[in-house]
């Protein structure tokens, strides 16, 4: 599975982003699809995910700023980010599970600057 982010860039606080990812290869019915960010000299955290039924799961910091969708026939999940704070700054990296072989793919990762 090869995952491709695009998106990512230099913001002001409070201004938008959307984040695209697509996914290629091998990609299976029942998976998990998502975004995950990691700031300078902090682990990677969980931003949003959103399994192949739709159900979505959203870190209490991006709740009621962001929103994540996928389109399953495109292969593609996107992340809508709203109102961006400068503790969004990070990079964002795409993530896939194939839930039956228990295994994780990272995107290569985008970089979101959210900057006055």
């Known amino acids: 599975v090869h995952l491709v982010e695009s998106g990512g860039g230099l913001v002001q606080p409070g201004e938008s982003l959307r984040l695209s990812c697509v996914a290629s290869?091998?990609?299976?019915?029942?998976?998990?699809m998502g975004w995950y960010r990691q700031a300078p000299g902090k682990q990677r955290d969980l931003v949003a995910t959103?399994?192949?039924?739709?159900?979505?799961n959203y870190a209490d910091s991006v709740k009621d700023r962001f929103t994540i969708s996928r389109d399953n026939a495109k292969r593609t999940v996107d992340l809508q980010m709203n109102s961006l704070k400068v503790d969004d700054t990070a990079v964002y990296y795409c993530?896939?599970?194939?839930?039956?072989?228990?295994?994780?793919?990272w995107g290569q990762g985008t970089q979101v600057t959210v900057s006055s």
């Open positions: 993530y896939y599970r194939d839930v039956v072989a228990r295994t994780n793919y």
């Open positions: 290869g091998s990609i299976f019915r029942i998976n998990v």
């Open positions: 959103i399994n192949s039924g739709g159900s979505t």
